[in-house]
């Protein structure tokens, strides 16, 4: 008979040590294969969120009723971009590479956010994006940062400052709607009753229905759970909502005592699973643009190929003692850094 000693030492060991002491888990680690596997999953569905992300809005730019406003809208689209790379890059160092990555969604076997299916129909709507989206997004995210895995947590502190601009941006856009003309606040009104429920929705499911839930928080993946984190975004808006004089567009939303919370309607998952199935109101044609626009910007992946392949032959050519002074220097000139 032979008896199995456990070794402490055993890579397994130390993957749940580190775990059990908050330490984060970094690209070279040992790590369970469905460890891996889920994080692949949930890094690649928040990377393509992001540049799913800036269809809806981008919509808006050449429309945007100032210089101001779309200088503004033109920027948080392009932070958008650069959450995508943030994102693609950690998922890069789980060994997927992002061709695969953009080929999955672009076939439709990676998800991107739900909400990103939903028409940006009036001006009030990049306002409402702002506020509700980006507010979930933030609320979902900011626990994110201590997330296990070392280079998603990393990815996120900076996306999350980032977020926190967008959140302000689009609450003093609706602020300044709010407050204008009658026509004006009916706008804002207007947008905040179509992205309330879908901005709920953006949590996933409930507790009790969310398959990966439980195993994502044994492995400090999630720090909480959906319904946890929806419930907290209720919270935090209820107040914003008075402020910016906006209704919540849910009757049954109220201060519960005795919970300590809002409490609130119920959602309507039949409509989230529709959307999930690809039948919300701009799935195909959010898939069709971004399809587009990766062979449109073929011929860009190609000269950067092109010129990365010749830099790094000159890099060959460098001479080592002067690329070391350069590192020392922190990238400054000799001058700046003497
Ligand atoms: N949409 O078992 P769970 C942004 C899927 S923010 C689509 O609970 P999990 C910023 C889920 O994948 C938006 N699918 O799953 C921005 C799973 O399906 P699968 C992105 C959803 O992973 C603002 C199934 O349902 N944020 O982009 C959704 O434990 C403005 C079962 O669900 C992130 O991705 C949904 N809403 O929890 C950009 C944050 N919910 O894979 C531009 C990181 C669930 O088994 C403009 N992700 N599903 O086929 C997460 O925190 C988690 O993945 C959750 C879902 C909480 C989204």
Not at 14 to 31: G, H, N, Q, T
Not at 264 to 273: L, P
Request: glycine share 6%; hydrophobic share 35%.
């Amino acid at each position: 008979m032979t008896t199995t000693v456990p070794d402490a030492q055993a890579p397994e060991a130390v993957f749940d040590a580190a775990l059990a002491a908050d330490e984060r888990i970094e690209p070279r680690d040992w790590m369970p294969d469905a460890y891996r596997a889920t994080l692949v999953r949930q890094i690649a569905q928040h990377a393509h969120s992001e540049i799913i992300g800036m269809q809806p809005e981008a919509n808006w730019i050449t429309r945007a009723p100032s210089l101001r406003r779309k200088a503004i809208l033109m920027a948080k689209v392009q932070d958008e971009a650069g959450h995508g790379l943030y994102l693609y890059s950690a998922a890069e160092t789980l060994g997927t590479g992002r061709e695969e990555l953009l080929d999955k969604l672009h076939s439709g076997r990676q998800r991107y956010s739900s909400i990103f299916n939903y028409p940006t129909l009036t001006w009030a709507d990049v306002g409402a994006i702002g506020w509700l989206v980006d507010g979930a997004a933030i609320t979902n995210q900011v626990p994110l940062c201590r997330c296990s895995y070392g280079p998603y947590a990393r990815a996120m502190i900076r996306i999350c400052k980032e977020e926190s601009f967008h959140q302000r941006q689009g609450y003093e856009l609706l602020l300044a709607l709010s407050r204008g003309t009658e026509a004006q606040h009916a706008m804002a009104q207007d947008a905040v009753n179509r992205w309330w429920w879908p901005s709920l929705m953006m949590f996933g499911p409930p507790d009790d229905a969310s398959a990966h839930s439980a195993q994502s928080m044994a492995w400090k993946i999630k720090r909480h759970s959906n319904d946890e984190l929806r419930q907290r975004f209720v919270d935090i808006c209820v107040p914003q909502a008075e402020s910016l004089g906006l209704t919540l567009p849910d009757p049954d939303l109220r201060w519960n005592e005795q919970r300590g919370h809002h409490d609130f309607g119920a959602i309507d998952w039949d409509e989230f699973h529709e959307v999930l199935r690809g039948n919300g109101p701009c799935n195909e044609q959010r898939i069709e643009r971004r399809r587009r626009a990766h062979e449109e910007g073929a011929w860009v992946r190609e000269a950067a190929a092109a010129y990365a392949a010749k830099h790094d032959g000159h890099h060959g050519t460098h001479d080592k003692h002067a690329e070391h002074t350069e590192h020392d220097n922190h990238g400054k000139p000799e001058e700046a850094a003497a």
